[in-house]
């Protein structure tokens, strides 16, 4: 493994280190939602991801081009600029993260509308699918090509997640819903 490839999966294997550490449940609820077979197969095609754009990367790399340094480039911008939204997100939102797609009225009160929520409806989605999209062009992985399935994965979330928050806090979502869009 070269020195891009892994400088890259440290820092990618820090994102769930730092969702972890920054979780706000219970240890008690944290064990059983990772337990969950739904938790283990999003674990499992993470996990996926990952090795395919090793194993892209290392077996079966891209033809070489005039513009490589410029895909790299361009990848590790997406790919670190990312990373800072998904974390500065993540820690913006404190105790108010819940799971995707899920919304738990007790912690979730109240409608985040500072920090990068007041630019994107979406920041840790949109970070996410950047650091996916920066690791695999940064690597010139052929597993870019997964990178939509991911995005629709988000996409559905973020759908229940717009179900959720229109049914607990109405008009109040409605309104913040119509200054600030779903993505940038």
């Given amino acids: 493994m070269d020195k891009l490839s892994l400088a890259l999966t440290i820092a990618l294997l820090v994102l769930p280190l730092i969702w972890i550490l920054t979780d706000p449940r219970s240890l008690i609820e944290r064990i059983r939602h990772y337990f969950t077979l739904k938790s283990l197969s999003i674990?499992?095609?993470?996990l996926f991801l990952l090795v395919a754009g090793l194993a892209s990367r290392e077996?079966?790399?891209?033809?070489?081009?005039?513009?490589?340094?410029?895909?790299?480039?361009?990848?590790?911008?997406?790919?670190?600029?990312?990373?800072?939204?998904?974390?500065?997100?993540?820690?913006?939102m404190k105790t108010k993260w819940g799971l995707p797609g899920?919304?738990?009225?007790?912690?979730?009160?109240?409608?985040?509308?500072?920090?990068?929520?007041?630019?994107?409806?979406?920041?840790?989605y949109i970070g996410l699918i950047s650091v996916i999209l920066g690791y695999t062009l940064a690597l010139r992985s052929w597993a870019i090509f997964l990178v939509p399935f991911v995005i629709f994965y988000f996409y559905k979330a973020i759908l229940k997640e717009e179900?959720?928050?229109?049914k607990y806090f109405g008009k109040k979502y409605l309104d913040y819903k119509s200054k600030v869009p779903r993505f940038i």
């Avoid at 179900?163 to 229109?166: A, D, K, P, Q, S």
């Fill in 163 to 166: 179900r959720n928050l229109t």
């Fill in 59 to 92: 077996f079966l790399p891209w033809p070489k081009t005039g513009i490589d340094n410029l895909m790299i480039f361009f990848g590790l911008i997406l790919f670190f600029s990312g990373m800072f939204l998904a974390v500065w997100a993540k820690i913006a």
């Fill in 102 to 124: 899920e919304h738990d009225i007790k912690r979730q009160n109240e409608i985040l509308d500072r920090g990068p929520f007041a630019i994107s409806r979406n920041p840790i």
């Fill in 43 to 46: 674990s499992l095609a993470e």
